[in-house]
């Protein structure tokens, strides 16, 4: 009996690729500016565009530079500059009408004398997944074979962005602020019709001038946020991440009081993912008692984001310093915090680093410190990497003589799930035809553990014939048991 194919067909997003580049951006401070001994510098990045060309995928952000510096009267000044910035990198998969997800980080930088002036050179880390809308086949069903028919869920990714503003004020026992940093992380993020709902916290950290000495003033500051997605309609769990573009910071000194009232702004941009999912009636497998099939099989699988874990963290121990500290160096405050990491298979690893200010022959000096850590993230599934790390405050002492010691607390969030699997039949084809037994009877010898299908397919035998002839089975098999089939004598 020749066989007869019906298909299902359908239009759904899949990532294309996803890619790693960097790029070297430099800003130059001139001597008019007359920069004096710089002891701290704060890079900052943000995302401008992310475009797919044929072959290429052009992204452009912005890069901010703070330095903090002695002035001629020996008081700490700073001073800011930004300059725009394009990279590209080349893909043979890409295509104009894909589009692309961009995630720029300021990986490091470097201080180099410029003449009078200086260079600020930072290397920025771009990670794009980029992403197109194709076609699925699957086949429903097949006439003429004996088919297994499963049913499943197939999910197509549907990704959004947007941004929104946070506000707030504050005291700040402080007369200026030189620099802020911040750094955000997505605590909840759901979908409803029409919009979607982030919340999440802003953990601001503040370099400022008390008394003409440094100090910093750690803050969280939670927010909420609305982002439109027209193509949200059910309520749903998603996964979204966090970029801070720009903070603004406005200081209202009170001198009576001696502290200063904080205006803060952030402009934060978000980008993430929710999936469309569709359930679905398939052939998984297929045979035919009068020919061999030749079968094509697809697979899809993914990893859906069900669940926001959040974890508080205390790290400690002993840090690397560069400069020589002895008991003559006086530590005035840890200023920029920031994290490095790497996905472990129980957690994370990675390392703390801060701006260690400190007084030494009547003279403020800085140094780098960095705190290693490994952090074990119980609960947390293998196939989890949507990880996310920010340091709510860092404290330095000197225990012993040339020591440092380093205590940070981290706040890490990570998008737990579970991984879905299908495999679906795309094509079938007819091959040789099959000899046929003669034999009124066969005894079949099952192998441990083959379920009613496997023993079908074996004996080319509908699974239905099977259980008839054989009530007495109960599958899996142990491979003990005698399997009769009976063939009626045909005229």
């Known amino acids: 009996m020749a066989i007869n194919t019906q298909y299902q067909t359908g239009t759904y997003t899949h990532k294309v690729a996803q890619l790693s580049t960097q790029s070297m951006v430099e800003i130059k401070f001139s001597a008019q500016d007359a920069i004096g001994e710089i002891v701290a510098a704060y890079p900052q990045v943000s995302l401008n565009s992310c475009e797919v060309s044929s072959g290429r995928v052009n992204y452009g952000g912005r890069l901010i530079i703070t330095l903090v510096y002695t002035g001629e009267d020996g008081k700490l000044c700073r001073i800011q500059r930004g300059a725009e910035f394009s990279h590209f990198v080349d893909d043979e998969r890409l295509a104009p009408s894909q589009r692309g997800d961009c995630v720029l980080s300021c990986v490091r930088y470097q201080l180099k004398r410029d003449g009078s002036g200086y260079v600020v050179a930072v290397v920025v880390d771009a990670k794009i997944s980029v992403f197109d809308s194709a076609q699925r086949s699957y086949l429903s069903s097949l006439d003429g074979a004996i088919c297994k028919v499963d049913s499943g869920k197939l999910y197509s990714p549907v990704t959004f962005s947007g941004e929104s503003e946070v506000d707030d004020d504050f ?45 910093c003033f750690d803050r969280v500051i939670p927010f909420k946020s609305e982002i439109v997605c027209e193509q949200a309609l059910f309520s749903q769990r998603t996964f979204c991440r966090v970029e801070v573009k720009n903070v603004t910071v406005n200081c209202k000194v009170y001198e009576d009081r001696g502290k200063c009232g904080v205006d803060f ?41 069900t669940d926001e874990k959040v974890y508080s963290e205390r790290v400690s121990g002993l840090c690397a310093v560069k400069a020589k500290l002895d008991y003559t160096c006086a530590f005035l405050a840890a200023v920029l915090p920031n994290v490095e990491f790497a996905r472990t298979s129980g957690g994370i690893e990675g390392s703390v680093s801060a701006t260690l200010l400190y007084e030494q022959g009547g003279e403020v000096r800085a140094t780098e410190v960095n705190l290693p850590f490994e952090v074990m993230l119980s609960g947390l599934s293998s196939e989890c990497t949507e990880i996310d790390v920010a340091v709510c405050g860092v404290s330095l002492r000197q225990r012993a003589e040339g020591e440092c010691e380093c205590e940070a607390q981290l706040k890490i969030t990570a998008a737990d799930g579970e991984k879905r699997c299908i495999t679906y039949v795309t094509e079938a084809a007819e091959g040789d035809k099959k000899k046929l037994s003669d034999c009124a009877v066969s005894v079949y010898v099952p192998e441990c553990g083959d379920g009613l299908w496997e023993t079908a397919k074996r004996l080319s035998e509908s699974p239905e014939n099977i259980t008839a002839a054989n009530p007495e089975l109960t599958f899996p098999l142990t491979g003990k048991e005698r399997i009769l089939i009976y063939r009626p004598k045909c005229d």
């Open 171 to 215: 005291d700040c026992a402080a007369n200026d602020v030189l620099v802020p940093s911040a750094h955000a992380l997505v605590m909840d993020c759901n979908v409803r019709a029409g919009v979607v709902e982030i919340s999440g916290e802003i953990y601001l950290s503040l370099l400022a001038i008390r008394e003409g000495a440094p100090v």
């Open 265 to 305: 702004n952030c402009n934060l941009a978000f980008f993430g993912r929710f999936y469309e999912e569709e359930e679905i009636s398939y052939v998984s497998d297929a045979f035919s008692k009068d020919c061999a099939l030749n079968l094509k099989r697809s697979e899809e699988s993914i990893f859906i984001d």
